[in-house]
Nanobody
Framework: QVQLVESGGGLVQPGGSLRLSCAAS????????MGWYRQAPGKGRELVAD???????NYADSVKGRFTISRDNAKNTVYLQMNSLKPEDTAVYYC?????????????WGQGTQVTVSS
């Protein structure tokens, strides 16, 4: 059993910063990819950023230059540093980890953490 536990969400003013963390526990796997998704009210879940075990990163255009994703493979933890936050960044942020031991891939999700950007 794999559990992903997010932390670091909260209320912040526009222009502020937050740092999200997602730690994996339970069965220790070498996740091929770890990342962050978000879902705003009335919208679908979208990719924010992800990072491979080798350190290659991928960002949504809307967050490039403002958000930075990183991971600590030894701790099986992924982080999302969010700077210059905007009201449109308000959403529930979910951590996702993907493990691909062979042809089949397994995905694991966290429970989500709320980020609210408002004055």
């Amino acid at each position: 059993q794999v559990q992903l536990v997010e932390s670091g969400g909260g209320l912040v003013q526009p222009g502020g910063s937050l740092r999200l963390s997602c730690a994996a526990s339970g069965i220790i796997l070498r996740f091929n990819t770890m990342g962050w998704y978000r879902q705003a009210p009335g919208k679908g879940r979208e990719l924010v950023a992800d990072v491979t075990i080798g350190g290659s990163t991928n960002y949504a255009d809307s967050v490039k230059g403002r958000f930075t994703i990183s991971r600590d493979n030894a701790k099986n933890t992924v982080y999302l540093q969010m700077n210059s936050l905007k009201p449109e960044d308000t959403a529930v942020y979910y951590c996702k980890a993907k493990w691909r031991p062979g042809l089949q891939a397994y995905e694991y999700w966290g429970q989500g953490t709320q980020v609210t950007v408002s004055s």
